[in-house]
């Protein structure tokens, strides 16, 4: 997935940000489980396509200043989100509360480059 769309959805969330810090480590593996999760499925690798395709279009949204647009596409992807299943909601609620300047957040998020790689462009 596009980084910057994971960041910004990472930074526009709902949740509570004032936890602890997690077990980045523990996130790592979790996050290589969700994408063994969403490569073994082919409607969840479809969902997690079209999250990336629909990311495009919000940040087109957003130069254009069509807040209608953005937020329509926001829910649009928020309900596939829910097709990728807890594991994949889990991970993205816990990288919420993780430093997201560490390497070891940048490496979790690159292992959904591979997984990028499966969507057509």
Known sequence: ???L???????VST?????????LAKLKT???KVVSIIRGDKAKTQAY????SLGGEIDLAAQARDE???EALTKRIND????????YAALFDALNNADQHSIEFQDILSL???LDKSCPH
């Open 30 to 32: 979790d996050a290589q």
């Open 15 to 23: 949740l509570d940000a004032q936890g602890q810090q997690p077990n």
């Open 1 to 3: 997935m596009n980084r």
């Open 68 to 70: 209608q647009k953005a």
């Open 49 to 52: 396509c079209q999250i990336n």
């Open 5 to 11: 769309l994971i960041v910004g959805f990472l930074l």
């Open 80 to 87: 596939l989100e829910k097709q990728l299943g807890p594991e």
């Open 112 to 114: 959904f480059d591979n």
